[in-house]
């Protein structure tokens, strides 16, 4: 079934009461933008999301019973070696008795418009049939974000970071009574629910300008109120990060990462479209990975406060890699993400100044490229990735400040040494990351040892020793590993 077939297929259910196009769905085929999520109003929503459920064989269930929205999804096959396409068609009850009464309880203008459904199709809209109360068309041209009414806010408090991810995904800017009202408003936000409010954060980090966002919502004093443990970041080394800290640090750095991230083949040639697949790989589901080294980039410092001390003019952090893991643990925790994805944003945190000291040796050892991406495994790359960031963001900070004497830091250098572990990862891969030639079976057999510490131990060895060619077939492994037991009998 087509898209112009499961539109007809929802004119000719037969229902009671008038259909309506709202919200979202009209402001998009206004700026003829791709959609998959259809938002319909009417009375009986339930009724009629069933019936249109059980004519298109998709799949209903209840997406928020208190406001009486139902979802109906569909999976679309365009052709057999794609996969399907996903519509979300999301029938609502009409608000208020009238279409009209309706809009005025939505929250921005540009989705408090509405059009009969039996008046056009999902794909052309008759202007002359539209419903727009609020001037939603004139602020769609003039790229505004603008409330409906005063209590916005105070109905829904997520709307505040949905004005933020409208001017971030639309590329709008916000009517400054709307952004003054948040900043007066902006402590109701700890009313939401965390679940939601991740995913407005997922979606606003999901833009590639999304640091602009960040800084505005920041303005606004919404972001301290999710993260109060910024106050401690604006508070931290004024002395060389400026009046806002290492808080300016954090969201430079952040700019030059979506720079490297939309640019990638410019910082890492020959690799960029390489990296770029990588950073397409999804670590929290429904977005790409490089959304999540953004999440890291934010958090990585959180623990330089706590770790600060003075050396002469020289603030030091010794430590603060690990102090901003666990200040990670606990706001990824709040924000409720898994287990998983807030592993790999620490392992990413706690290993953000390795970069750094590789590239302050005069020579890259096979050892050390070897336990790097040992360690660090998919996130190596990532964590290479945010490095260049960090790098360039700490230099310009140096040199704004004209602390050269006491911060050296030498950008091009590091993004050099960056090029050559990445191109040693994609040329070397067996050797940086090498095949077990032995597996501990193996070794308890040949050595009638028992399972234990000590053959995983082996084995880590062994793995050192292939990657630096010391090693390179069965019958050398076998000799490594009797030497191994030969020095620890001694």
Not at 105 to 132: C, E, H
Not at 438 to 464: C, D, T, V, W, Y
Not at 471 to 486: D, F, H, N, R, S
Request: charged share 25%.
């Amino acid at each position: 079934m087509s898209v112009a077939g499961i539109q007809n297929k929802l004119q000719t259910i037969k229902h009671t009461h008038k259909i309506y196009l709202v919200g979202g769905i009209v402001r998009d085929i206004l700026l003829r933008r791709d959609t998959k999520d259809i938002d319909l109003a009417c009375k009986d929503a339930r009724g009629l999301a069933k019936k249109f459920a059980k004519a298109t064989k998709g799949s209903y269930f209840s997406l928020d019973e208190e406001n009486k929205i139902y979802r109906v999804v569909l999976k679309l096959r365009t052709t057999n070696d794609q996969p399907p396409m996903i519509f979300n068609y999301d029938f609502a009850e009409l608000r208020g008795g009238s279409i009209e009464a309706d809009l005025s309880l939505r929250d921005f203008t540009i989705d408090a418009m509405a059009m009969g459904l039996v008046d056009s199709s999902l794909l052309i809209v008759d202007r002359k049939n539209l419903i727009d109360p609020f001037g939603g068309q004139k602020d769609l041209k003039n790229k505004t974000i603008r409330m409906v009414g005063k209590d916005i806010y105070k109905d829904d408090p997520l709307r505040m970071l949905r004005a933020f991810r409208l001017a971030a995904v639309l590329g709008f800017k916000m009517e400054a009574k709307s952004l003054s009202l948040i900043s007066r408003q902006n402590r109701l936000i700890k009313k939401v629910s965390m679940e939601r409010v991740r995913e407005e954060l997922l979606k606003i980090l999901s833009c590639p300008a999304s640091v602009t966002f960040i800084k505005a919502m920041d303005k606004q004093g919404l972001l301290e109120v999710l993260l109060p443990e910024i106050n401690k970041l604006k508070a931290a080394a004024r002395n060389f990060y400026g009046p806002a800290g290492v808080w300016s640090h954090t969201l430079s750095g952040l700019s030059h990462l979506e720079n490297i991230i939309l640019k990638t083949n410019k910082y890492l040639p020959g690799y960029g479209p390489r990296i770029t697949r990588h950073l397409q790989t999804t670590v929290i589901t429904g977005v790409p990975r490089w959304v999540t080294l953004k999440i890291a980039y934010l958090l990585h410092d959180f623990g330089k406060p706590d770790t600060e001390t003075k050396e002469g003019r020289r603030s030091r952090f010794f430590g603060h890699e690990l102090a901003g893991a666990q200040y990670a643990d606990k706001i990824l925790a709040r924000l409720h993400f898994s287990n998983k994805e807030t592993n790999t944003i620490k392992n990413i945190i706690m290993n953000h100044m390795r970069p750094g000291n590789l590239s302050a040796l005069d020579q890259i050892s096979d050892k050390a490229v070897y336990r790097y991406f040992r360690d660090l495994k998919e996130e190596g790359l990532d964590t290479l990735v945010l490095s260049i960031a960090d790098a360039y963001t700490t230099e310009e900070t140096v040199i704004t400040r004209k602390k050269q004497d006491i911060y050296p830091v030498n950008a091009a250098q590091h993004l050099r040494v960056v090029r050559a572990i990445i191109k040693r990862y994609y040329t070397e891969h067996k050797q940086i990351v090498p095949r077990n030639l032995l597996n501990g079976h193996e070794i308890m057999a040949r050595f009638k040892l028992s399972e234990g510490p000590l053959i995983g131990q082996m084995i880590n060895n062994l793995k050192e020793a292939q990657a630096q060619k010391l090693v390179t077939t069965k019958t050398q492994a076998y000799e490594y590993c009797k030497k191994m037991l030969t020095s620890a009998a001694k």
